[in-house]
């Protein structure tokens, strides 16, 4: 969460602060556990000082490579998805202790449900609250990563109302209902005996590997393009955002967004496309991996305009460079 924040562009040592965290000891090893109020504090001091309300949200649609390790550890336990949720749900308390996983299937659809260790009452903390939109938004990107394709749910159920029910469908990709006591994704049946795709966690991988091998911000020119550059590149599994939907991550319009990049003489296209070279370069280079899986990595539906764009960026098309 503080390092999120960070690429929000707030300093980690004065939320710490204000949450009374000692940000040196936290660092170590064998730091003290957070208590529930600095957590608290945590989560609205990160909002205010970002001055987004939704924080969580956007925080939990940021956790792209996070859910994909832990993706990557379950495909190599699991032959379908119900098998791999399963596994997971027993990994929360790892997580979190706020919560745990609960899966229950009917005929036609499974839910997934989030069940509070203790009663958060009829209004629940705002940090509960925050904590519920991260691990429901990880679950839907786990999803995607077990398929190779974006889930829509059937329905998200939440005990509370939404502040924002548009930013809530746009990352749930439909539009959450409020329902007492309950949190919880709904999803058609037809994926719980969907086979996992083994190839899927060696191409997570390598964008796992390719995220921890960035520059550290510290060592970059601090601009909206490298934040940018930066943000898309680790969350660039089946696709690089979109220009609404950075924007709307980074909690202000598009119209913003594109006048701040113009004022560093870019444009936001430039900067998703640097984007998917550097990915397409690096999958290729990396090993034999099919050319069409690579092409859905970045976002391509078809494979023929993937190779358009990969003659645009390099010259070469996707066959010809993988044989130099």
Same mark, same amino acid.
């Given at each position: 969460?503080?390092?999120?924040?960070?690429?929000?562009?707030?300093?980690?040592?004065?939320? /710490? #602060?204000?949450?009374?965290?000692?940000?040196?000891?936290?660092?170590?090893?064998?730091?003290?556990?957070?208590?529930?109020?600095?957590?608290?504090?945590?989560?609205?001091?990160?909002?205010?000082?970002?001055?987004?309300?939704?924080?969580?949200?956007?925080?939990?649609?940021?956790?792209?490579?996070?859910?994909?390790?832990?993706?990557?550890?379950?495909?190599?336990?699991?032959?379908?998805?119900?098998?791999?949720?399963?596994?997971?749900?027993?990994?929360?308390?790892? %997580?979190?202790?706020? /919560?745990?996983?609960?899966?229950?299937?009917?005929?036609?659809?499974?839910?997934?449900?989030?069940?509070?260790?203790?009663?958060?009452?009829?209004?629940?903390?705002?940090?509960?609250?925050?904590?519920?939109?991260?691990?429901?938004?990880?679950?839907?990107?786990?999803?995607?990563?077990?398929?190779?394709?974006?889930?829509?749910?059937?329905?998200?159920?939440?005990?509370?109302?939404?502040?924002?029910?548009?930013?809530?469908?746009?990352?749930?990709? /439909?539009?959450?209902?409020?329902?007492?006591?309950?949190?919880?994704?709904?999803?058609?049946? #037809?994926?719980?005996?969907?086979?996992?795709?083994?190839?899927?966690?060696?191409?997570?991988?390598?964008?796992?590997?390719?995220?921890?091998?960035?520059?550290?911000?510290?060592?970059?020119?601090?601009?909206?393009?490298?934040?940018?550059?930066?943000?898309?590149?680790?969350?660039?599994?089946?696709? %690089?955002?979109?220009?609404?939907?950075?924007?709307?991550?980074?909690?202000?319009?598009?119209?913003?967004?594109?006048?701040?990049?113009?004022?560093?003489?870019? #444009?936001?296209?430039?900067?998703?496309?640097?984007?998917?070279?550097?990915?397409?370069?690096?999958?290729?280079?990396?090993?034999?991996?099919?050319?069409?899986?690579?092409?859905?990595?970045?976002?391509?539906?078809?494979?023929?305009?993937?190779?358009?764009?990969?003659?645009?960026?390099?010259?070469?098309?996707?066959?010809?460079?993988?044989?130099?």
């Amino acid at each position: 969460m503080i390092a999120y924040a960070v690429q929000r562009d707030v300093d980690a040592a004065q939320l /710490c #602060k204000l949450a009374g965290i000692d940000l040196a000891l936290l660092k170590k090893e064998n730091s003290p556990s957070v208590t529930a109020q600095q957590l608290q504090d945590l989560w609205l001091n990160a909002s205010r000082l970002t001055n987004d309300p939704l924080f969580g949200l956007h925080f939990g649609e940021s956790l792209q490579p996070a859910a994909l390790g832990t993706v990557g550890q379950i495909i190599q336990s699991s032959a379908t998805v119900g098998e791999a949720l399963t596994h997971a749900a027993a990994l929360t308390h790892h %997580v979190t202790d706020q /919560c745990r996983i609960e899966i229950h299937r009917s005929t036609k659809t499974f839910h997934v449900a989030l069940i509070p260790t203790i009663d958060q009452g009829p209004t629940p903390p705002y940090a509960f609250r925050q904590l519920i939109d991260v691990l429901m938004v990880v679950i839907i990107h786990e999803l995607d990563g077990l398929l190779l394709e974006k889930i829509v749910p059937q329905a998200v159920y939440l005990a509370y109302r939404v502040p924002d029910p548009v930013a809530y469908e746009r990352v749930f990709r /439909c539009k959450p209902a409020k329902r007492a006591g309950e949190y919880e994704l709904v999803f058609d049946i #037809k994926y719980w005996d969907e086979p996992l795709l083994t190839a899927n966690y060696e191409l997570q991988s390598l964008l796992l590997q390719k995220v921890s091998s960035m520059p550290q911000p510290e060592a970059q020119p601090h601009t909206l393009k490298n934040r940018i550059y930066n943000y898309l590149l680790a969350n660039s599994y089946l696709g %690089v955002s979109s220009l609404n939907d950075m924007a709307a991550n980074f909690n202000i319009s598009p119209r913003s967004l594109q006048r701040k990049l113009k004022e560093e003489g870019v #444009k936001y296209q430039d900067i998703a496309d640097e984007v998917r070279r550097s990915l397409a370069v690096y999958y290729i280079s990396s090993g034999n991996y099919p050319l069409k899986d690579i092409s859905w990595m970045l976002g391509y539906n078809e494979l023929s305009a993937f190779t358009r764009a990969f003659k645009r960026w390099t010259g070469s098309t996707p066959v010809n460079y993988q044989s130099l």
